[in-house]
Nanobody, 127 residues
């Protein structure tokens, strides 16, 4: 069974930093090519793609976030990370980790492209 478990969400003040983690089990060992991404969903809004990284280390970001967010992958720990800095109240959302087989592709931002999801971790940024 594939499981994704996020952690690291917290309440911070504007300008602060956080690092989210997502550990995946029973997936990276089974597939040679895969990608894992971070999405977020604020109340009343659609889920949006934040960043993605694949098994070869190729990464993509949402244009509006690439200067403040960094995705990374520790294969030995089967874990991906999302480092966020200069957080703004607009970054407040539930952050989800997702996974699928295959390399990073043009449709990486679309939630329906992913087969496996975690339960999410809440990030709240106050002014």
């Amino acid at each position: 069974e594939v499981r994704l478990v996020e952690s690291g969400g917290d309440s911070v003040q504007s300008g602060g930093s956080l690092r989210l983690s997502c550990r995946i089990s029973a997936f990276t060992h089974d597939y040679i090519e895969y990608c894992m991404g971070w999405f977020r969903q604020a109340p009343g809004k659609e889920r949006e793609g934040v960043a993605v990284i694949d098994s070869q280390g190729i990464s993509k970001y949402a244009d509006s976030l690439k200067d403040r967010f960094t995705i990374s992958h520790d294969k030995a720990k089967n874990t991906i990370y999302l480092r966020m800095r200069d957080l703004e109240p607009e970054d407040t959302a539930m952050y989800y980790c997702a996974a699928r087989t295959g390399r990073v592709f043009s449709g990486w931002k679309y939630p329906q492209s992913y087969d496996y999801w975690g339960q999410g971790t809440q990030v709240t940024v106050s002014r």
